[in-house]
Structure formats: structure tokens, C-alpha cells
């Protein structure tokens, strides 16, 4: 039978710059591969033109726009996914005995 009473150490913590490395590059990867896909069939004028009509902005500036809006929501998966896949033996510490 397994005893849970001990924390179990895992592994040491990650450097930072590997933990935002393994957020950034595959949500700045799906979000070049999301902005290709969606600017295929979407102009970012007519799209302005359909919701901001009065904003001054160029097909090259929508583009950019685009893609950090998808690269904020596949940042924000990454992140979520990176959250849910921490070890637990950091964070599931039992109680500390009352002497």
C-alpha cells in the first residue's frame, strides 16, 4: 500500500526561462499557424470596416492585431494547461503535527 503521509520530491523547479519557453513557443507557433488559417479568408479591412468602421488602420496593422489576439488566447491555453500539469508533491503538503 502506498503512503501518502510523505511528500514524494519529484524534481527540482524549472529554470524561468524554460518555464515561459514551454508557454511562449507553442502558443506563438498555434497562434502563426491560427493567423495564416483565419487571414486565408478574412481581410482585416473588411473586417474593420464591419466592426470599427471609424478606426484608421492598415491591412498590415490588422494583421498584426490579429495575431496577438491569438497569440493572448493560445498563451492563456498554454498557461492553463502548464497550471494543470505541475507536479503535486509541491503544492499537496500534509498539515504540520500539532506537539
Same mark, same amino acid.
Given at each position: ?8 520530491? +519529484? ?10 519557453? =514551454?508557454? =511562449? ?14 487571414? =486565408?479568408?478574412? +481581410?482585416?479591412?473588411?473586417?474593420? +470596416? ?47 503535527? +500539532?506537539?
Amino acid at each position: 500500500m502506498t503512503d501518502y503521509s510523505e511528500p514524494r520530491f +519529484d524534481h527540482p523547479p524549472r529554470p524561468l526561462a524554460q518555464r515561459v519557453g =514551454a508557454i =511562449a513557443w507553442p502558443s506563438f507557433f498555434a497562434a502563426g499557424v491560427a493567423t495564416m488559417v483565419f487571414f =486565408a479568408f478574412v +481581410d482585416p479591412l473588411v473586417l474593420r +470596416d464591419q466592426t470599427f468602421p471609424d478606426l484608421q488602420m492598415t491591412r498590415e496593422f490588422g494583421y498584426t492585431l490579429g495575431f496577438l489576439m491569438f497569440w493572448l488566447c493560445t498563451a492563456s491555453s498554454s498557461l492553463f494547461t502548464w497550471i494543470l500539469l505541475r507536479p503535486a508533491s509541491r503544492f499537496n503538503r500534509p498539515l504540520p503535527r +500539532d506537539k
